[in-house]
């Protein structure tokens, strides 16, 4: 894992200070937020909506922990371009095709900073009358003023430096980290 890291440190702008959750630590909470959510969820379609790009790894490694019915759609939003500081916007760039109505949502995020993307997604979503509407972070900084919806199931409270990898990225690069590291 280390030297993985050190030869990282080479090749983008921002090297990586160290490991906040490792790999196993990782995988044993996605096992117990799997087990929470197949004992939570209520019979009825259930529709899990990944928000891409972060949110690609937790996800399939989630949905393989759910042992009940579901399906999987994305959704894409974009607030970050290549600072480390949210931009407050969040830019819709498609809708799921699938049918919301009368489902149960649950909308899979990495992670929680100011609150601002899941804010705006859980209205647009609200619109579409699905039978209930969770959200699973993976990440929560806990620094959010206002939710309008806070997260059922969270993975880790997070530092509130910047992290990467496992799905995180900055400026696109170290999403393929197996574990989830903070940045100098
Ligand atoms: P929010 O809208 O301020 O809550 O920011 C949430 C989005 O910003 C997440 O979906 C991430 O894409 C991005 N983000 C926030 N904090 C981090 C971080 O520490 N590392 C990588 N991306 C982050
Ligand atoms: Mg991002």
């Not at 009368?102 to 609200?126: F, M, P, Q, Y």
């Not at 619109?127 to 309008?148: D, F, G, I, Q, T």
């Not at 995180?168 to 590291?181: G, K, S, T, W």
Request: aromatic share 8%; glycine share 8%.
């Amino acid at each position: 894992m280390l030297r993985s890291a050190v030869s990282l440190k080479q090749t983008g702008g921002r090297k990586l200070a160290g490991v906040v959750f490792a790999e196993e630590a990782i995988a044993a909470r996605v096992r117990a937020l799997g087990r929470e959510i197949t004992a939570q969820y209520p019979d009825g379609d259930l529709l899990v909506v990944g928000l891409l790009k972060g949110s690609f790894i937790f996800l399939s490694d989630l949905v393989r922990r759910i042992e009940r019915p579901l399906q999987v759609d994305f959704l894409v939003a974009t607030s970050y371009g290549t600072e480390t500081t949210s931009s407050g916007s969040v830019q819709l760039l498609y809708d799921p095709e699938t049918e919301l109505e009368g489902k149960h949502i649950l909308l899979v995020e990495d992670i929680v900073e100011t609150g601002s993307t899941l804010n705006r997604l859980v209205a647009l979503l609200r619109e579409r009358r699905p039978r209930s509407l969770n959200v699973c972070a993976l990440l929560h900084k806990r620094m959010a003023e206002r939710m309008e919806l806070e997260p059922a199931f969270v993975g880790f409270d997070a530092p509130r430096s910047f992290l990467v990898g496992y799905g995180l990225d900055h400026a696109e690069d170290f999403r393929h980290l197996p574990y989830i590291a903070s940045l100098t």
